[in-house]
């Protein structure tokens, strides 16, 4: 509309100059390009700039990568070589101590056990060594550095390790694990004593890596070391000690809880993929890895590159192309505006056609407001076909009571009580009354704003609607309580169609909960900010939490194929919807679904409102 105001006032200008304005002048070269053309000659300078941005970015990225490995390389030489010197600075001992008699007197002299104990202690102060001890050929052991110590070795069998397995055989014993006495971890060295001939006992010094750690911790780089099945066991990650790189089998598990080479820890895996990919996903972000044996105990040392500082330099590119998009985009924008201005001229001459446009435009809406009508009368007859399902699915509850009354009413027969015949038959009266005004009701389904309203006290239609189930009840036992207040529940609503959606949400709870230990259905009303609301709650399975947006569709069910057309949730929703309410659904306080009916209250009348005395009750 705004656009055929601002043409219709322009056009008192063209019509006046209509006769006297110059044909309009032959297009210029450019012009006589296609618009889609035209699009495309000013889009190539900008897609060429993005294509180039897209492989320089890849290229430089590769050139970030290509000197992070180089960088890598160095410093896995030089990390490596740093191990190296730091365990054989202590590898040796052993062997020393193996040919000393002051270390392994004791394996033949017990008595000399506080003079080794000493001497151990003094040789591991002045090599800094973690521990010296010495083990006799079972593994217990006889004599260590810590003897005066809380967490002293003495007297506790290592027999299990493998560094003792090793060296009893005549090896030279290398493992590193957790203290099993302290719980520090260190490295491992073993010799047997004597040498060369059935050994007595065997020598072992404890070397502890912290101070190696510490210094690659304060370098600030990613770097660890993995043993033979891919566990983290020295690193500058604390995070990730004692992880392993990769998932591991319950064989490799099992084999080192046997060892006790890592004490209880978890052993969880940093990552999924395999341990030896390029790049490793841990913990949320990307490292590039760079690997390389150690040399020792079939060790490999990791040096990791965050992917962020990788792909730094393709930011840099990135940006450097955004800005220069913008540089040609400000460039472009100026010389369009420059050419708009030379062609406002004779945009004035093609006032006329533009009116014309607009007579075409208002031609084309009237034709579109003839065929959304024709859209309507079909979305009606699309609302006949589901008042067809919707008066099967409804029927189906007052037909099941009539059943139920008549099976009854044989039965009192039978029995001569003809008094309970009598009340049988009047709610059968009552139900096929109920039956054609229900009718009534389905036809407007798709007009909704025909149906009578009154003033109606909700806890009757609330009676009304449980009095209605009541067979239903007794053939499936399943209770029904009834909580309602002394004072009327009034709104200004159509009585029959609340008991619709009442009767309804009764027969869905006992269904959903006659399968429970102690089924149960509850019934609550009460007048909260403005609303008078009524609540049915069941403490069946409920409705889960992914169907609760589809449980007011049309067929949609939760109840097997053969026992609904789902239909009645939706039915409801649109009557509580026409009558200016809600039908919302929310988990009942017993696990179940809960139900809440909420419609306005009805305005006050002038005058005394008859009130009715009400209380709890139970249908059972």
């Given amino acids: 509309m705004s656009d055929q105001q601002e043409y219709g006032q322009a056009a008192p200008l063209s019509m006046t100059a209509d006769k006297d304005a110059a044909p309009p002048a032959a297009p210029s070269a450019p012009a006589r390009l296609a618009p889609w053309a035209r699009r495309a000659l000013w889009l190539l300078p900008a ?22 490995d180089i960088k890598a390389r160095e410093r896995l030489t030089l990390y490596r070589e740093t191990i190296l010197r730091e365990l054989e600075k202590f590898r040796y001992l052993p062997h020393v101590l193996a040919r000393d008699p002051r270390a392994v007197g004791v394996l033949s002299a017990p008595e ?17 060594a973690e521990a010296l001890y010495i083990m006799d050929g079972n593994g217990r052991t006889v004599a260590a550095s810590n003897f005066d110590t809380a967490t002293s070795f003495i007297g506790s069998s290592y027999g299990f390790r493998p560094y003792f397995r090793a060296a009893i055989k005549g090896e030279e ?78 064989m490799v598990v099992a084999a080192i809880r046997a060892n006790q080479q890592y004490g209880g820890v978890p052993l969880r895996a940093l990552q999924d993929g395999p341990p030896a990919a390029e790049v490793l996903r841990i913990g949320g972000a990307g490292y590039r890895q760079a690997r390389l044996k150690v040399g020792l105990l079939d060790w490999t040392i990791h040096y990791l590159t965050p992917m962020a500082q990788v792909r730094a330099p393709r930011a840099l590119v990135w940006t450097g192309a955004v800005a220069l998009l913008l540089v040609y985009l400000i460039a472009a924008l100026v010389v369009r505006s420059q050419r708009l201005r030379r062609q406002s001229a004779g945009l004035r001459r093609f006032n006329r056609r533009l009116v014309e446009e607009i007579e075409e435009r208002r031609r084309v809406e009237t034709e579109l407001r003839e065929a959304q009508a024709g859209l309507a009368r079909a979305s009606r007859l699309a609302a006949v076909g589901e008042m067809s399902a919707a008066v099967s699915h409804e029927l189906n509850q007052p037909l099941a009571a009539l059943r139920m009354f008549v099976s009854g009413s044989r039965v ?26 229900l009718t009534q009701e389905l036809k407007r389904f798709a007009r909704p704003g025909e149906s009578r309203v009154e003033r109606v006290d909700l806890r009757d239609c609330l009676r009304t609607s449980a009095k209605l189930i009541r067979p239903r009840i007794e053939e499936t036992g399943v209770p029904l309580d009834l909580s309602l207040p002394e004072t009327p529940m009034l709104a200004a609503t159509a009585p029959l169609r609340v008991e619709q959606v009442l009767v309804n949400l009764l027969r869905n709870a006992i269904d959903a909960c006659q399968a429970a230990p102690a089924p149960r259905v509850s019934a609550r009303g009460w007048i909260e900010e403005g609303l008078v609301r009524i609540e049915i709650a069941d403490n069946g399975d409920g409705v889960p939490a992914e169907l609760r947006e589809r449980i007011f569709e049309p067929y949609f069910s939760t109840k097997p194929a053969a026992s609904g057309l789902g239909l009645g949730l939706a039915i409801s929703a649109r009557i509580v919807e026409d009558l200016g309410g809600t039908l919302s659904l929310h988990e009942s306080a017993a696990g179940g679904a809960a139900f809440v009916l909420a419609l306005p209250v009805a305005p006050p009348l002038t005058g005394t409102e008859p009130g009715e005395k009400a209380g709890e009750a139970e249908y059972a």
Avoid at 215 to 241: A, N, Q
């Fill in 173 to 250: 014993g290398q493992f590193f694990a957790v203290g099993a006495t302290t719980g520090i971890p260190g490295m491992f060295f073993a010799r047997a004593t004597p040498e060369g001939a059935p050994a007595a006992g065997v020598v072992v010094v404890k070397v502890n890596m912290d101070r190696l750690e510490r210094s690659w911790r304060d370098g600030g780089e990613t770097v660890f070391v993995s043993d033979v099945h891919g566990v983290v066991f020295l690193g500058s990650r604390d995070d990730w000690r004692y992880a392993s790189i990769a998932p591991l089998s319950d």
């Fill in 412 to 437: 009192f027969l039978e029995r001569g009580d003809l008094a309970s015949v009598q009340e049988n038959l009047g709610e059968i009266d009552a139900l096929q009354a109920r039956m054609a005004a």
């Fill in 47 to 68: 897609l060429a700039i993005l294509v180039g941005a897209y492989f320089g970015a890849g290229w430089v990225e590769d050139r970030a990568a290509l000197r992070g």
């Fill in 112 to 128: 000399r056990a506080a003079s080794t104990n000493r001497f151990l202690k003094d040789l591991a102060a002045i090599t800094g």
